[in-house]
């Protein structure tokens, strides 16, 4: 209370340490020793010993706290106007600024060592005197230090009065204070003018005015004056032009009056909300501050005055808005609520069909948010809802959707938990816009896609990718303004293969429409398409090939893991869709099996068997992976039959993998379009129609061999009408190397002459039959045939007889061996056509 400078240091400090300690209230019960020491009036240390207790130890904490500030700047006279007391502190002369006679200043004599205070004298105008116990009592403030004094008045007493200055009451401290000492008394005048709230401020429906004087009268003695410096400060901080404009604070200094702006609601102040039937109220309160400096001519004596000025508006009617920010594009509602004070919280959001909870409306995705406004004290309420939530009505009419939104916000105003509603209605309209129409088809090796987008624009995606210019270029695009197309190789990376099916992979190819604001799918369209592939490739060399891909179904298959069923043998090339096998009939664990016409070679693709490493996180998928081969490799060689089988390979002309002394000769038999022996029927072709009498081309191979020495004869050759060779009935054509003479149509051999097939004339047999038909009732028709013959091979280094040595009549043959071995070959099914 001694000096109002290091009085408010003092309460600036306490808050300092409240807000730094965890337990306010225990800290400021401990507050117990406060020391303040004002040194010179330059110099104020204030010292707070703290002693903290209520921990768990018994020995309270002491601390000791010091602060020192400095306040060099007096003026002659300081004058203080807060929202409830008035202070005025004037200088004391010292001995040295006086060297006139002191009567000819008699109030302004050194207040020495030895003077003190005994009598107050306020001006009401009419002159009161009191002593200073009194005046203490009376809730006066009175203090001097070497070199002021300090007096501070409640702003409303008996001894202050109201005086209108421009227009605006002041209430006026006019005092002289009274030093004795013996028989002498010095006086010191002191004098603080305050204006009051009423008469001085004008509240807008907007704006808060507020209009000072600037020459006070009743603290200027002369005409002769000068203003210095005006400053504009909020809630007892000084603030600078620039920040003023940012808050759109105005301060203007008219001929008369100092008048000062704010908006109502602006930063700075606060709102204070009030409910009355369900009508949302504001009030706004915001303490601004002005401080003067100026300086009386004559005098030479400047005063520095500083008034604190809290305004409160009344309640004002507050209509909250709802700003609808929809952009119906987007396909979700944004709405803007507020503005509301900063003491309201938004509770829960009523829709027709529920009550959903904050919390409840994030989770649903309406991201409820509060958002302090920039440049005002006042905030709003941000929130979204999709179109598709079903709290949102949605109606059909021609040509467009409409979207409704109603809901009703529940707020409430704190702390005195006052609710609030507030209620809004919102529509959205969007046209509706006909998905694109995707069409396709495919060739033998690409996926052809053709989208009619009327000029609708979508993201689209190919597979996984976003159809970019750069993959649009690779695929073909094209567009004619209404449709796009694309043309998509069944090898491209966006293609995924569904199934492997005989000699065919099916590809799928997926086009995905999306809208990119929503992120939502428009159309979507799926293509799948057998793509012939030969997987498997058989070499007339022995080389095999094997293409494995990776399905759809199996995603995480590794194909670098593959291996045929030697695990050391890997694949060539693998990628992430495709690994690739080379190998041959007697490596990577091929097997090999003599079927009955044909030599079958097989292998398999597949994943290694892992299971015995000791990996046994993911064992069991492994097993499950391993489980299946993904593909198996099957090779046919032609051996015994005239058809040609799988993969339509050549027979197999060089021998790298033949056992001799198997037993088992591998002959073949097939028929040739005509007398040339050059091109012969396929596997497919049968069964073959021929007329009646039309020749039949025989052509009987020993494959496997490439020993010139030995030659392929042929011992009995017959048809039958079931495929089964020793069915009857049964018609002879060759019977021990001789055309039968009873057949009414003979056989005709035909010579065979080296050429690019045949490299050894001896390993082959051809003859010619013309088309018969059984002479029997019970087959009349429909008339079909089966050829089958009985094949020697013979040794021309030791011939032995039989058919190797025997000579047919109308034949000139030779000596052919010894027999080695017999072997059955037949022909597929031969029809006659009638
Ligand atoms: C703060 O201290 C007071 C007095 O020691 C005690 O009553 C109060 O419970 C404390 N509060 C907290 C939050 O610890
Ligand atoms: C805040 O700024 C906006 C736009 O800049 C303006 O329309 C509004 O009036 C300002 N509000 C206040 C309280 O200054
Ligand atoms: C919603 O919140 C308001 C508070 O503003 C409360 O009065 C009302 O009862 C709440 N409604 C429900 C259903 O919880
Ligand atoms: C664009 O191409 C589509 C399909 O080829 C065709 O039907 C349509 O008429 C074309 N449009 C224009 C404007 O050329
Ligand atoms: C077998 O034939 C294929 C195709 O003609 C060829 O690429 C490959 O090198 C041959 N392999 C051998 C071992 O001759
Ligand atoms: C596939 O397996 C190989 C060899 O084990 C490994 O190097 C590669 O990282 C694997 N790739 C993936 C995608 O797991
Ligand atoms: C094997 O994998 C298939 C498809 O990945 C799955 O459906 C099946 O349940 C799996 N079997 C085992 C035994 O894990």
């Known amino acids: 209370e001694t000096n109002s400078i290091c009085f408010r240091l003092l309460l600036l400090l306490m808050a300092v340490v409240s807000i730094d300690a965890q337990n306010e209230s225990s800290l400021s019960k401990s507050l117990t020793n406060v020391i303040l020491f004002c040194g010179e009036d330059h110099a104020f240390t204030t010292t707070l010993n703290l002693r903290l207790h209520g921990n768990q130890m018994d020995e309270d904490e002491l601390y000791q706290v010091a602060e020192t500030c400095q306040y060099t700047a007096w003026a002659s006279r300081e ?20 060297v006139l006679p002191n009567h000819l200043i008699p109030s302004k004599r050194p207040v020495e060592a030895g003077f003190r205070i005994t009598t ?80 001085s401020v004008s509240v807008s429906s907007n704006t808060i005015a507020w209009y000072l004087p600037w020459h006070i009268d009743p603290l200027i003695s002369s005409k002769q004056f000068k203003l210095l410096e005006v400053h504009m400060g909020i809630n007892g901080q000084r603030i600078t032009t620039a920040e003023m404009a940012a808050r759109q604070y105005s301060l203007i200094v008219s001929s008369t009056h100092i008048v000062i702006k704010i908006p109502i609601g602006a930063v700075g102040g606060y709102l204070k909300s009030n409910v009355q039937d369900n009508q949302y109220f504001t009030s706004y309160t915001v303490e601004p501050m002005v401080e003067l400096h100026w300086i009386e001519d004559t005098t030479h004596e400047d005063t520095r005055y500083k008034v604190l000025f809290p305004i409160t508006t009344p309640f004002l009617p507050q209509p909250l808005q709802v700003i609808d920010e929809t952009v119906p594009n987007k396909q979700i509602f944004k709405l803007i609520l507020g503005p509301f004070g900063t003491d309201v919280a938004l509770i829960n959001i009523t829709f027709p069909s529920e009550v959903l909870s904050v919390a409840e409306c994030n ?81 033998h090796q690409n996926f052809y896609v053709l989208v009619e987008h009327g000029r609708r624009s979508f993201q689209t995606m190919v597979g996984k990718q976003m159809l970019t210019p750069d993959l649009g270029q690779k695929y073909g695009f094209m567009d004619n303004g209404t449709h796009f197309s694309l043309v998509v190789p069944f090898s491209a990376p966006d293609v995924v293969f569904e199934a492997i099916e005989q000699a065919s992979i099916r590809g799928r190819i997926d086009v995905i429409m999306r809208n990119p604001e929503t992120n939502t799918e428009i159309k979507k369209f799926s293509m799948a398409c057998n793509f012939h592939s030969t997987l498997t490739v058989c070499f007339p060399n022995g080389t095999m090939t094997a293409l494995a891909v990776k399905l759809e179904a199996v995603p995480s298959l590794n194909t670098s893991r593959l291996t045929l069923r030697d695990p050391t043998c890997g694949p060539l090339f693998s990628n992430d869709r495709f690994a690739y096998f080379i190998f041959s009939g007697n490596t990577c664990g091929t097997t090999r099996k003599f079927l009955s016409n044909v030599m079958l070679y097989e292998n398999e693709i597949s994943l290694p068997d892992e299971s015995d490493k000791s990996d046994e996180s993911d064992e069991s998928e492994r097993k499950n992976e391993s489980e299946e081969p993904v593909l198996k490799v099957s090779c046919y060689y032609d051996i015994n039959t005239i058809h040609t089988l799988a993969f339509r390979t050549k ?112 390993h082959f047999k051809r003859f010619e039959v013309q088309m018969f038909s059984f002479d029997d009732k019970e087959t009349l028709s429909p008339q079909v045939l089966f050829v089958h013959c009985d094949a020697v091979i013979c040794d021309a280094r030791n011939p032995l007889g039989g058919v190797c040595n025997k000579k047919c009549p109308s034949k000139n043959n030779e000596i052919r061996g010894q027999r080695q071995a017999l072997s059955h070959v037949s022909s597929g099914l031969i029809n006659l056509t009638q």
């Open 120 to 199: 107050l004298v306020f001006f009401t105008p009419e002159e009161r005197i009191m002593e200073v116990k009194e005046a203490l009592n009376r809730g006066y403030g009175i203090a001097n230090t070497p070199s002021r004094l300090v007096l501070r008045s409640p702003k409303t007493t008996p001894e202050t009065y109201i005086q209108n200055v421009a227009g605006v009451p002041m209430t006026v401290l006019k005092t002289s204070t009274i030093f004795e000492k013996k028989w002498l008394a010095v006086q010191i005048d002191a004098t603080a003018a305050c204006p009051l709230v009423e008469g």
């Open 651 to 762: 027979p197999l002309m060089n021998q790298p993998y033949a056992e001799n002394g198997k037993g088992e000769l591998q002959v073949a038999m097939r028929l040739a379009l005509d007398k040339s022996y050059s091109l012969f029927y396929r596997e497919e072709d049968y069964p073959i129609s021929k007329y009646l009498q039309q020749p039949l081309y025989f052509e009987v191979e020993l494959m496997r061999s490439r020993n010139p020495k030995v030659s392929l004869e042929l011992e009995n050759c017959w048809a039958t009408l079931k495929e089964d060779r020793m069915s009857q009935p049964r018609w002879n054509l060759i019977i021990d190397g001789c055309a039968n003479k009873v057949h009414p149509y003979q056989v005709v051999f035909h010579p065979v002459w080296v050429d690019a097939r045949v490299e050894n004339p001896s």
């Open 363 to 443: 989770v649903r995705g309406f991201n409820v948010m509060e958002l302090m406004s920039p440049n005002s004290s006042s905030k709003v309420f941000i929130l979204q809802v999709p179109f598709m939530d079903p709290v949102v009505l949605q109606m059909t009419q021609n040509g467009f959707t409409l979207y409704r939104l109603q809901l009703t916000f529940g707020l409430l105003v704190l702390p005195e938990l006052a609710p609030l509603s507030h209620t809004a209605h919102l529509e959205a309209k969007l046209v509706n816009i006909a998905p694109p129409k995707v069409f396709g088809g495919c060739d």
């Open 79 to 98: 004058i203080v106007c807060d929202h409830n007391y008035m202070e005025v502190s004037v200088k004391r002369a010292a001995p040295h600024d006086y």
